[in-house]
């Protein structure tokens, strides 16, 4: 068995090709015949979440499953840390053992600039990010390579420490340099003048409010937390909205969005206001946006599909190149 570790992720991972990656794989989950069932999770100490993400590929040739912890209070370890087991689709004789930490951070934000493709509008100038952690700072590198027109990326969070850290960090970022990175005062005031937002926090409480947002924003929210939503219900109401999937995105948690669950659940919207999954926007059976005006939401819960993409690309990049450890199990 191949074993990658967190730095050897790190240095196989292609952030531009993981893109294609895992816009093929939802491509796959949307109209070809995978099998990736809703997550499954049991819950531990402080509020953490054990979760397992199993799924297989067959047009990728990816059989494989994911472990993931969320623990929101950690404070010297990541709040999400995972392992990737793959394994051979054909015998089932399990092939590398990957770190899944940096991966789920990466394909995450990969997903968000796929829907962001489709959605977001052409000429959009100001990426807000609402959130300091690892998904902001995988946000803020990810949406500059798919948004030709950006010019300012305004970060902001509940810590005004800790979002001006982050600009500094990306200010050094070379691959960011030709960008204005900001720091606003509050989340409110910086998604009054966005056109696009990335929500990215652990927030039971909505830090995207409808009142907050002008016309023509897209959204992409990735936070999570089985005890609330960062996203408001009359957001969720007014937008265009698309989801990796819909059998995961309405399941109950810790598979599905509160965003959509509540809002169900309330009267407010059905189901059928799922407008597509990004898959069916690839390949081209939904439309995208197709409304200057338009309010675009992509909610996010993750799905198994983007996690096989990703290890798949990074094990084949180590079997190529010589890295990682060969173990017997």
């Known amino acids: 068995m191949l074993v ?3 730095a050897d992720v790190a ?23 995978p099998s990736i069932p809703p997550r499954i999770g049991a819950q531990g100490l402080h509020g ?60 995450t934000a990969a997903a968000s600039a796929v829907a ?19 998904q902001a700072r995988a ?19 509940r810590d005004a420490g800790a979002a001006d850290a982050m600009a500094r960090e990306l200010r ?21 003048g966005a056109d696009i937002v990335c929500a990215t926090t652990h927030s039971p409480d909505p830090v995207v409010r409808r009142e907050w947002l002008r016309d023509g924003v897209h959204v992409n929210s990735v936070g999570f937390n089985t005890a609330g939503r960062e996203v408001d219900a009359e957001t969720v109401r007014d937008a265009l909205v698309v989801v990796e999937s819909r059998a995961s995105a309405l399941a109950p948690v810790p598979a599905g969005a509160n965003e959509l669950l509540w809002p169900i659940r309330d009267g407010i919207i059905t189901a059928d206001h799922v407008h597509a999954e990004v898959g069916e926007l690839v390949a ?22 983007e996690d096989l993409a990703a290890a798949s690309m990074v094990v084949a990049a180590a079997l190529t190149r010589g890295l990682g450890t060969v173990v017997d199990i």
Request: a negative charge.
């Open 139 to 157: 946000h803020a590198r990810a949406m500059p390579r798919v948004c030709a027109a950006l010019r300012e990326i305004t970060i902001a969070g």
């Open 284 to 305: 081209g059976t939904r439309p995208g946006r197709t409304r200057a005006d338009e309010i675009t939401l992509y909610k996010s819960v993750g799905v198994a599909a």
């Open 11 to 33: 240095a196989l991972l292609d952030l531009d090709a993981l893109a294609d990656a895992v816009a093929s794989a939802l491509h796959e989950l949307s109209v070809g015949d």
């Open 172 to 192: 050094d970022d070379d691959a960011l340099s030709l960008l204005t990175i900001t720091v606003a005062p509050s989340i409110e005031t910086a998604v009054h």
């Open 48 to 107: 953490g979440l054990l979760a397992a993400m199993p799924g297989s590929l067959p047009e990728l040739g990816a059989l494989g499953a994911k472990l993931v912890t969320v623990f929101p209070e950690n404070v010297d370890a990541p709040t999400h840390q995972a392992i990737i087991a793959m394994f051979e689709p054909e015998t089932g004789t399990p092939t590398a053992l990957v770190d899944g930490t940096l991966i789920t951070a990466a394909r």
């Open 4 to 6: 990658l570790t967190r």
């Open 116 to 134: 962001t493709r489709f959605l977001a509008r052409a000429d959009a100038e100001v990426l807000v990010i609402a959130g300091t952690g690892v």
